[in-house]
């Protein structure tokens, strides 16, 4: 608390603080009157040009070329590196039709969105490339049970020469 | 009438309340129990523990690359100050040689990470004293660092860019015009910030000689960062124990000697100035070289203790790491800034009044999942 000695004081005070509020006020003033400098996103409405950047990590997926061919042996490097028990494989044994030798293969690529954290060891972690982040963000679903997700596409296959 | 209001009389009452855990002034679940007496604090006692998440003890099943993304749901402002800290300890236990490139990239994210906590810390002091004009100022400016972030590290808050022995991937081609535009921006609009806070008669009236901590106190709590520097104690850790690039980098310790929250606060508007001028030595001058130095798939520190500090955003954050030469660690302790500096609350509001309270504790800087972890 200060103690006012005298009138010059008492006006002067009232003088700086009012000074002090229409500097702040200039500022304000300034963007009220530049709209153009205003920064913010109308998201909903600009979805369809809204570009997230490369890196953006969004969820697991497990790339299929056109041939729904994937590049996941099942070697379960993911499963291991994923902290939080995001990712289960489960695998199967599949027999091959040439040479008759029985291989491993995913049967089920399991990813839990609700358990990831999105700290992107699992890519990191696979030896094959075959997963990558992707860049949708809207995740939010009415059932939690649908946050559960099969990464393979039913029917797809191994890509020939990724074993070796 | 009764006696028991004859013995009463004139005099007053202490009494209980309970601010928060829910209040939107704490940002965040912290309950204090504050002893008032009419409008006059007389003792503050902070209840902690409502999003305790045991962290440390997690650590204890996860391997040392997976320590490292927890790390970001501590202090979630500084998180790649967080991250540093845990790979710095690994390296250090690993006895790993950093390429020059990882110590510069990671100085520079530091520092635009301080940076994006200050600006945020800024805007919400503001609002705290009742002026939201501030906070949309500070995030207005604060997105364009964390769109840095999610160009180059993937994500705008929880990065988990760090791994031990280097970084998860080189910087983006982007990283470096982005960061000098960015640069160019800001030191024309931290001008701003000064005129609509720094010198506004209300905000001094209720930041000037409030919330005084002397140097003694702030030593014994072991507050550091900007809040332990507003007492005059000089404890930034990038200057007493340089880590990464700070060695080769010029910069001054803020240091005020006033102790209230005027001084706490201008520490920082201080420290974002000294924090571009760091950027500004480093952007233009990162090595060439590996992002990432090899490292074994599974980590083992060989047995021993070992302990790191860093300077984050809210003060000196160690990382101790007990190995016992097998995948996770024995035992990981964090000594976060924020448990200590809200043990010296206490000292500071006795005798203040509650509305004081709320701009001493955005002075102090608390992020609650720092100090419950």
Redesign the interface.
Known sequence: MRIIKNIGQYFGEIF??IK??L??M???GYYFFHPKEI?TQQYPENRDTLK??????GEVVLIHDSNNEHRCTGCSACEL?C?NGTIEIINKKEIDPETGKSTKAIDQFVYHLSMC?????CI?ACPTDAIK?AQTFEHSVFDRSKLTKVLNNPGSKLMPGIRE | MSTEQTVLGNETQEYFINMGPQHPSTHGVLRLLLTLDGEIIRKVEPHMGYIHRSIEKMCEK?SY??IV??T?RMDYLSCHINNEAVCLTVEMGLQLEIPERVKVIRTIISELTRLASHQLWWGVMGMDLGAI?GFLYGF?DR?LIT?IF??????RL?M?YN?PGGL??DI?PNFQKRTKEFLAYFKKKLP?YE???T????F?ERTKGIGYISKEDVISYGVTGPSGRGSGFACDIRKLHPYSAYDRVEFKEILYNEGDSYARYMVRMDEMKESMHIIDQLIDNIPEGDYKAKTKAVIKLPAGEYYQRVETARGELGVYIISDNKKSPYRVKFRSPGFSNLSALDTMAKGCKIADLVAMMSTLDLVIPDIDR
């Open positions: 700086h603080a002090s509020l500097t702040g200039k500022i304000t920064v997230m950047f490369d890196r953006f990590r590196a902290p954290t999105f700290c992107n060891l990191i982040m | 996860d690359q997976q993304h927890l970001d004009t207005r997105e769109d999610e160009e180059t590290c993937g994500a929880t988990n791994v998860m991937f983006h701003e005129e609509l806070l010198g506004n008669v209300i001094e």
